[in-house]
């Protein structure tokens, strides 16, 4: 037989213990965020039928990007490019039953066929927040502010990132009443608006003329610059400003201020992609102009739970993702030194074994997390074993160490030694953890 | 459009909080007990090369069971079935730069097309362990005392299961040496062994007669009704009781007893169904005689990380599973009660919501889990959507309260109230947590 390759599948990560040590702070943390709003925890399967997607991801989602097949009884299945329809899902099945404002979060795996490239993976880790059963711009206020939150809890200061909002309401009346596009040069007007930052000013202009068509194209143009060169609500042409839509997205800036959300902003151009969303549209950017990226987004989708057969149910939520958090933390050097959850390698010397194996039963009985080496080498080899795996201290353990009750406990960092009894390895170990 | 059905795909389960709660009771309390022996967490993707499984899993498991499909770039993978193939992949992949002994483990989840039945989902979730690089039976005792703690962690008793051993090398030598078999026959057999508890003695014996062949069959019926009643080693036939296969067994027995597991029995009709193993094979039993089922098993497979092109490595890993996990836990009562993580439910009476909101961020500053009603509805129906997500303490907020800074605490499940300073509600909340 031929030799299997031992790389990963294109676009996915091994996440090697120093690997997941990171991925579990980052999971802790929004973990731990979220619980404090008083969000509970939700898991859901890894497969959906394929049509949950077509039905409101949007085209490109569900057609191009899915990692969809027929399984071996004929249903055609999707691995969960997102969690949104799932969760819609979920609540429209227990509709009744359910208490609401049901707050619901999960922190899960999701696969999307596209070229893997930095901050982009085939496979990807988010976590997940909805808020369902409020109507008013008090969940969006709720779910922006746990999103900062969750920055914050991260070592992110407020300069470090900002928060663009924008509202599908008022989005539709710009592209129908103000732009006076019909539905079809809505919807390319919005993938450009979406692709803005990625193209240059010039090729904006070229296909923006040609959705508005020859005719309309120098009426159009100019009230897209007029649009585009607004800093705020206040800057905006009057039409818009004096339209209806406007007074959500004011109320949910008062709110935000209330909350403490200094770093918000109104972003007539932000759009985000999919195409389930009804109201609220927010976004999290990286301010670091070297990055200047959205981190993740949300918003307000009232229409998905209705699709699964069950009475409407307003929702909001957002998703932060995994990669894009991960780079943030490092390029702003957030990320804090994370060492093994093991506390303790036990190194064994001469015939000490079965001495040692009591030792670690104690120890572990304790609560205290070791690692004993039971393979019979030589001291430096057992010794560099436990360095390598970056475990904070040391027990050697000979004959003479068991006679006596006290052992040599080295602390790594420091290369302190000290003889020790086990009650005090184990207080000394305990204190450590708690210290740092 | 017509509508979405709410029901999961088949096979799979949502988990609502009330579900997740006891998921996360077992895996939390699986990771907290593997991290005692020093083993450190890893993750992996959820798609492999389908080959990666057909190598050694096992034909049934590759082609009958797998979730595999051709990806949009042509290549054929598959949703894990399993984690062995991956984390020898994985450990291959870095075989020269990791320290050795490694422990490794994993909690992940896995598909499997298989007829859902009770105790079988076809998308499941197990704790993984490994330990690579001993090739002493030093390995398969701490494996085994590892999977008894796991046991003993979530509350089982001695007498609640049993730990069944036998060894590869030894069933080799039972099929060839001791019954005669070849390499097809044995395979068969192997197979029929598999299945004894599931089919009467009678069917037993008839396909144990057709694999034997009508020659064979009176003298191997003889020979395997002297294995099959054996109730320990020391019954078993002199030719196998004296091979050089037992040895390594006895040993195992002398290690575990060491260990203080005094649960473990020797099981010569124990095969295991993957084709990887090589040496030891153990099952965990649950000896409840209603149930009398296999809980979860492992062994050593000294051979998977040399498949993938690097220097052979022993290995020996165990996997329980969540759902048998689970099973046994609710059939021994042994499940503790789990309530929701949010600790306060703020109920808001009038206008209060921007003192009450005040109050949730102070509280969620002190790390007390909060939940704000934010909907502005009638007292009681605030209250039962408190009462219905099982929070403990519930805070009543209204202008007056704000006032004085004085705020009814109420303990859901002594119905007792309290007047109490912001201070007092963070102590008696967090007293609460620490006591159940």
Excluded: C
């Excluded at 999103?147 to 809890?153: G, H, Q, Y």
């Amino acid at each position: 037989m031929s030799t299997l390759s031992p790389q990963p599948y294109k676009g996915t990560r091994d996440y090697y213990p120093e690997d997941k040590r990171v991925q579990n702070y980052i999971f802790e943390t929004w973990k731990q965020t979220v619980q404090r709003f008083g969000y509970e925890e939700y898991g859901a399967p890894i497969l959906e039928p394929l049509e949950v997607y077509t039905a409101k991801s949007g085209q490109e989602l569900a057609n191009e990007q899915t990692y969809s097949f027929t399984d071996r009884g004929g249903r055609v299945v999707a691995i969960r490019p997102e969690m949104t329809p799932t969760i819609s899902r979920m609540v429209a099945a227990r509709r009744q039953e359910m208490a609401y404002p049901a707050r619901l979060f999960s922190i899960a795996n999701f696969m999307r066929y596209e070229r893997p490239q930095r901050g982009r993976e085939r496979e990807f880790w988010q976590l997940n927040v909805d808020i369902f059963g409020v109507d008013s711009i008090l969940a969006e206020a709720e779910i922006i502010a746990l999103s900062s939150a969750v920055m914050k809890a991260l070592g992110a200061k407020d300069d470090m990132y900002v928060i663009k909002i924008n509202n599908r309401q008022l989005i539709n009346f710009m592209m129908a009443q103000y732009l006076g596009l019909d539905a079809v040069q809505a919807q390319l007007m919005m993938k450009l608006f979406d692709r803005k930052a990625k193209i240059s000013l010039e090729d904006f202009r070229d296909q923006a003329i040609e959705i508005f068509g020859e005719a309309m194209a120098s009426e159009g143009l100019t009230k897209l610059s007029a649009l585009m060169s607004a800093q705020s609500m206040a800057d905006l042409p009057r039409e818009i400003r004096e339209s209806s839509a406007v007074k959500g997205v004011q109320e949910l800036f008062t709110q935000l201020e209330r909350a403490g959300v200094t770093n918000a902003m109104f972003d007539i151009t932000l759009m985000r992609g999919l195409d389930y969303y009804t109201g609220t549209v927010f976004e999290v950017y990286d301010t670091d102009p070297e990055n200047n990226r959205s981190l993740f987004g949300g918003g307000r989708y009232d229409g998905l739970v209705g699709l699964f057969g069950a009475e409407p149910l307003s929702a909001v939520g957002v998703a932060p993702g995994l990669t894009m958090t991960e780079l943030f933390l490092r390029s702003h050097k957030l990320l804090p030194e994370l060492i093994s959850t093991t506390q303790v390698y036990i190194v064994v010397l001469g015939d000490a074994l079965k001495g040692a194996m009591k030792l670690a039963d104690e120890l572990r009985s304790e609560g205290v997390n070791t690692e004993l080496d039971m393979t019979g080498r030589k001291l430096d080899k057992q010794l560099k074993t436990g360095i390598k795996k970056q475990i904070p201290f040391m027990i050697f353990v000979g004959d003479e160490e068991i006679k006596n009750e006290l052992y040599q406990l080295k602390d790594i960092s420091s290369a302190e030694e000290q003889t020790l009894s086990v009650e005090r390895i184990i207080a000394t170990v305990k204190d450590h953890r708690r210290s740092s």
